[in-house]
T-cell receptor, first 109, second 115 residues
Framework: DAKTTQPPSMDCAEGRAANLPCNHS???????VYWYRQIHSQGPQYIIH???NNETNEMASLIITEDRKSSTLILPHATLRDTAVYYC??????????FGTGTKLQVIP | SAVISQKPSRDICQRGTSLTIQCQVD?????MFWYRQQPGQSLTLIAT?????????ESGFVIDKFPISRPNLTFSTLTVSNMSPEDSSIYLC????????????FGEGSWLTVV
């Protein structure tokens, strides 16, 4: 079974921040939170990952709660090209990964 | 980062035939995995490809249907045997090193349609 729970779908206005939540209440101490996105029929694209500190890169920011049971991926200025299915997964990075159903983000003009 | 090349990217196959998908990585990696993504669904792990030994299959997947080879640290193949229309899916290769917290990379996938 997947270790994460995400809302099935979200809408976001173009130019606004998209905040995608993820629950991972059973995460263990050595597991990281990873985010990927998949644009129709392409391979999952890596976005960002973190252990317990907040992380930021050129694509997004990752906010992890202090108890590590949930996190939020933030796309600061969503564009139409950010329309995709976003997957939150937990893994040690060297283990097999179980995917949940993800969140289908629709960016609206 | 690791660059993954999958071949073929797309194919149309006759039912009852078999097709082998190749996954080539541009650097040595410890872990290689194969996933299947059926239309409109999420990714499902088929197996872990182990170098020099038999692959480790997930529940619902068997070696006779999905034989896997991994001759070295940069290459693996997945064969889909005796295909039926239900095997029409995207098959994805994924790689990772054995370092905790490393990035897990995915190939672009091989889109198979069985007719």
């Amino acid at each position: 079974d997947a270790k994460t729970t995400q809302p099935p779908s979200m809408d976001c206005a173009e130019g606004r921040a998209a905040n995608l939540p993820c629950n991972h209440s059973t995460i263990s101490g050595n597991e990281y939170v990873y985010w990927y996105r998949q644009i129709h029929s392409q391979g999952p694209q890596y976005i960002i990952h973190g252990l317990k500190n907040n992380e930021t890169n050129e694509m997004a920011s990752l906010i992890i709660t202090e108890d590590r049971k949930s996190s939020t991926l933030i796309l600061p200025h969503a564009t139409l090209r950010d329309t995709a299915v976003y997957y939150c997964i937990v893994s040690g990075g060297y283990q097999k990964v179980t995917f949940g159903t993800g969140t289908k983000l629709q960016v609206i003009p | 980062s690791a660059v993954i090349s999958q071949k073929p990217s797309r194919d149309i196959c006759q039912r009852g035939t078999s097709l082998t998908i190749q996954c080539q990585v541009d650097s040595q990696v410890t872990m290689m995995f194969w996933y299947r993504q059926q239309p409109g669904q999420s990714l499902t792990l088929i197996a872990t490809a182990n170098q020099g030994s038999e692959a480790t299959y997930e529940s619902g997947f068997v070696i006779d249907k999905f034989p896997i080879s991994r001759p070295n640290l940069t290459f693996s193949t997945l064969t889909v045997s005796n295909m039926s229309p239900e095997d029409s899916s995207i098959y994805l290769c994924s790689v990772a090193t054995d370092r905790v917290g490393n990035t897990i990379y995915f190939g672009e996938g091989s889109w198979l349609t069985v007719v």
